[in-house]
């Protein structure tokens, strides 16, 4: 079957791997929408090489730059988002946008009876029960794009959750795994973008590095996976070759291998339940030699602990989590937080929050906000 896709976050690290997909499986994927935030030039490109006829931009300066090829119509704001995401014609929304503001038309996307690939972690961490309860009533499928959810997903295929007794996320360990924890203190923004593994966004490139983006996808594989926080653990595993495993309640661990390429995961979400050939490097394990493993740095690193307290707790406090470290990353670019502060502002916002159980789409957004705000006074009170 070819699938008519939908990306929102075209112009991104996700959204152009997605266009990369299409390009090499044009068989199964078709693309008929994309929305971007500001980059009107990028879309316009991708406007004229995909020949889709509804193109998105959120940002109204860019939207008022954006000249539309004929028969493309440009849909604008975040309504824009919610009315690409429920084309009739859509069989699948790809969810890339960076930060909460996928959140909406995940949910449209859902009500409207369209499957989700999800690759924007806000969406299963920030509203992961909410997500995951309105999918099961439609009748709809979340198809991880994470790698390491994806890797899982491959591991499972459709296995009850009750036959898990453990899914072990990977994790590269980012650029710090071997630095004294003495010295976290001077790590700079040049030596923290610089990932050891993936080529990724500034933001995802910080949060490895400070385990953070390790422990959204803890709570991301709680609720897609059905099982609670104890049963998700982490494994640093510098090649990032293994993308993640699942251990069965007999022992038996299954594994899910491929070089570091976002383009395996993406194509697997798209053409999922089936696989298809492609142009992708195989992997050769000669050449690899070895795959290493150990133990994450729980103590030098507190994101992991913070977040395994946030999915265990659930309610608004994982979207806390989530919005308070988006905060302290963007000043630590901005060098007013230094590389620690990142987890000691997430840890004090934290425990300022009074949580709500089982939020609502409006509940969850004001915990976002009221996060981001409380992480502002936060470093505002930081001594730089
Ligand atoms: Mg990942």
Redesign the pocket.
């Given at each position: 079957m070819r699938k008519k896709v939908v990306i929102l976050g075209s112009t991104g690290s996700i959204g152009t791997s997605a266009l990369k997909v299409a390009r090499d499986i044009p068989e199964r994927m078709e693309v008929i929408g994309l929305a971007a935030h500001r980059s009107h030039e990028a879309l316009t490109q991708q406007a004229a090489e995909t020949g889709v006829r509804h193109v998105c931009l959120t940002d109204p300066e860019a939207a008022s730059q954006f000249r539309a090829p004929s028969g493309t119509t440009l849909h604008e704001d975040n309504d824009g988002l919610v009315e690409l995401a429920t084309l009739p014609e859509a069989d699948l929304v790809l969810i890339a946008i960076v930060g909460v503001q996928g959140l909406r038309p995940a949910l449209a996307a859902i009500e409207a009876g369209k499957d989700i690939a999800v690759a924007s972690k806000e969406i299963l961490v920030a509203a992961g029960e909410a997500v995951m309860t309105a999918a099961k009533r439609k009748g709809v499928r979340i198809l991880p794009v994470?790698?390491?959810h994806n890797a899982i997903f491959q591991c499972l295929e459709g296995r009850d959750s009750r036959e898990v007794s453990r899914l072990i996320l990977t994790a590269s360990g980012g650029p710090f795994r071997t630095l004294p924890a003495a010295e976290l203190a001077n790590v700079t923004v040049e030596k923290a973008l610089k990932h050891p593994t993936w080529e990724m966004g500034r933001k995802i490139t910080i949060d490895s590095a400070t385990l953070f983006?390790k422990g959204l996808?803890m709570i991301e594989a709680r609720w897609l996976f059905d099982v609670e926080m104890e049963r998700v653990e982490v494994i640093v595993h510098p090649q990032s070759i293994v993308h993640s495993m699942v251990e069965f309640i007999d022992g038996s661990v299954l594994a899910q291998l491929s070089t570091t390429d976002m383009c395996f995961p993406i194509q697997y979400a798209v053409t999922w339940p089936e696989r298809v050939p492609n142009t992708l490097a195989p992997l050769d394990f000669a050449a690899l030699a070895r795959l290493d493993f150990e133990a994450p740095r729980v103590d030098d690193f507190p994101a992991l602990r913070l977040a395994r307290r946030a999915g265990e707790l659930g309610g608004t406090l994982p979207a806390v989590l989530n919005a308070a470290n988006e905060i302290a990353v963007e000043a630590f670019l901005g060098k007013r937080l230094s590389f620690p502060a990142i987890w000691e502002t997430v840890a004090a916002v934290m425990a300022a929050h009074e949580n709500i159980a089982h939020p609502v789409l409006d509940e969850i957004l004001a915990a976002d906000q009221w996060a981001r705000d409380t992480a502002a006074l936060v470093i505002a009170e930081t001594p730089p």
């Open positions: 994470d790698s390491e983006n996808e």
